[in-house]
Every structure is written in structure tokens, then in C-alpha cells.
């Protein structure tokens, strides 16, 4: 048995246990990273950050707009109004994120999965906000697991050497001692993340450590606690291969807690963008989620 099938059943089981109130609905969040800003906040038909609405993205998939220009902490009730809306009661979620998402959902699942959530009736207002169904509580969402594009839960050196140079309040929490230090990234409440790490980088795109999409660097699309040089096997120059699975780094460096490398780019066939058109690494996500996401 597979990881991934293994969670699936677990989760499974967990949803034939609780009391039905009504009947099991599953949802597809998905949460994208650092953007302009344009896309409608509460509104989870909004997909113009990701592509065509058309594409297989998941089960009743909805798209949680937040203002990407913002910190992380400003914008983060986006997110868990959205998580509340869709993942609580008898309903469960998947979520695909992509770059700074990995940080919106971290940072959720880290200071709030522990918290006593209202159980919503997944009809939301204008606002993205929905009402309650019959004023009881439950810990936290439910949750089967996280499938991350490019993560920058552990930031850019691009943010640390300033090569964004926007006004945009973003920039600073990517910052890498920032990203790294925002919340503690082993507190998933158990809930598996599925690393996504791309590798066609540029020239100018040197500043990053080790093997990169032109944005983030393999330490943080990889999931590693330390921050470091990570590399495709036989890759020169680098302080040690990103291994997949659960497995440390090939020089020791362990991935933080219930985080998984599901997918390598050892071909460098990805980069960071998705040219709203679901490409690059997000459209191997996006095809991840298809298969998974019943």
C-alpha cells in the first residue's frame, strides 16, 4: 500500500465515523501563492489565477482568493473561512496550493488546526463566509492531505537579496528566516503534504540555492527543514541530492514532519509559472489531484 492510499483509507474510515448530520460532500480547495492581487476575494468560482475552468482540477473544486500582494497573516482568514466553509461537519477537502499557498495552508493547519471550528453548511455569502449548520464545534478540518506546486514554506533567496523589488508586503515574508520562522512547519495536525519540486531554472536565476524553478529553490519545494544547496542525483556543486519520500537529504537534512517528495524534476521540464493556463509544475498538480481527488 501506497502512502497516499494508505491516508486515503485512513481518512475514509475517519469520515465513516462521524455522526451524519447530512450527507458527505468532498471539496478541492486550491490556493495560490504571491500574484497582483486581481483575483475576487470570496469568490470560489474565481479561477483566473490558475487557467480555464474547464480543466479536471479535483472534486467540486473551489478557488480561495486572497490578496497576494498581502502578508501572510493579514490575508490567512481567507483561507480558514474557506476551510471552514468546505472542510468541517461531514464534508472533507483536498487542497492543491501553489508557491505562497504552501505558506497560507501551513500557517492555518500550524496556529488554527487546533482550534474549535463551527461547523459550516458550505453555502457561502458574498463575502466567502458561510452560516452554520447546527451551532456545534469540532478541532480543526477535515482534511485528507495537501499537494504543494513549487512550496515556499521555506522562502526565496529572491526575497532575501531584494531581486523582488516591489512594495508588495509579501516580499518580506518570503524572505527565507522569515518563511522558515512564521510558524512551526512540523504542525501539520497530521495532515500529509505532497511536494511538488520543479527544476527548470535560469541564468539568472543563480542567486537561488541548488536546484530551482527560476523563483524557489529545492529547500523549500522540497519540504527540507534546513535551508540548503539541494540537487537532482548527480548534479555537481551542491550540498546533497533532494531525495524522494520521506527520506532525509543526501547529506542529512531531514524534511519537516509529514511532508513527502512526490514528484522530482529530475527531466528540469518545469518552471515555477502558471501562465493561467495550468501550466508547469502546477499542471502536474493539477493532474495529481484529478487522479486523487474523488
Known sequence: MTLRT??????ATAA????????????????????GGGTQRGNYADFSN??????????????????GRQKISV????????????????????????????????????????????????VPNASGVCGN???????????????????????SEL??????????AIVGDLVTSTARGMYNHNTTRSVWFYMFAASKGTAYSGILSGQDDEAVAYHSTGGV?????????????????LNTGTAATSNGKALWSYH???????????????????????????ADVATYAK
Open 6 to 11: 494508505a491516508v486515503l483509507a485512513a481518512t
Open 16 to 35: 465513516l465515523l462521524v455522526a451524519p448530520e447530512a450527507s458527505a460532500t468532498n471539496y478541492t480547495l486550491w490556493i495560490h501563492g504571491k500574484n
Open 50 to 67: 490558475w487557467g480555464p475552468t474547464s480543466a479536471a482540477a479535483g472534486v467540486n473544486k473551489k478557488a480561495v482568493n486572497w490578496d
Open 75 to 122: 490575508e490567512n482568514f481567507r483561507i480558514r473561512d474557506a476551510l471552514d466553509c468546505f472542510c468541517t461537519g461531514t464534508n472533507w477537502c483536498y487542497v492543491g496550493v501553489h508557491s505562497a499557498g504552501n505558506l497560507q495552508i501551513g500557517y492555518a493547519l500550524s496556529l488554527y488546526g487546533g482550534s474549535a471550528r463551527n461547523k459550516k453548511n458550505a
Open 133 to 155: 449548520t447546527d451551532g456545534t464545534t469540532q478541532v480543526g478540518w477535515n482534511i485528507k492531505w495537501v499537494d504543494v506546486a513549487s512550496g515556499a514554506g521555506g522562502g
Open 159 to 168: 526575497a532575501d537579496y531584494g531581486e523582488w523589488a516591489t512594495g508588495d
Open 225 to 241: 527543514s534546513a535551508k540548503g544547496g539541494f540537487c537532482n542525483p548527480g548534479d555537481w556543486f551542491c550540498d546533497g541530492t
Open 260 to 286: 513527502t517528495v512526490a514528484f522530482r524534476d529530475d527531466g528540469e521540464n518545469h518552471n515555477h509559472y502558471q501562465n493561467g493556463n495550468w501550466e508547469n509544475i502546477v499542471g502536474v498538480v493539477r
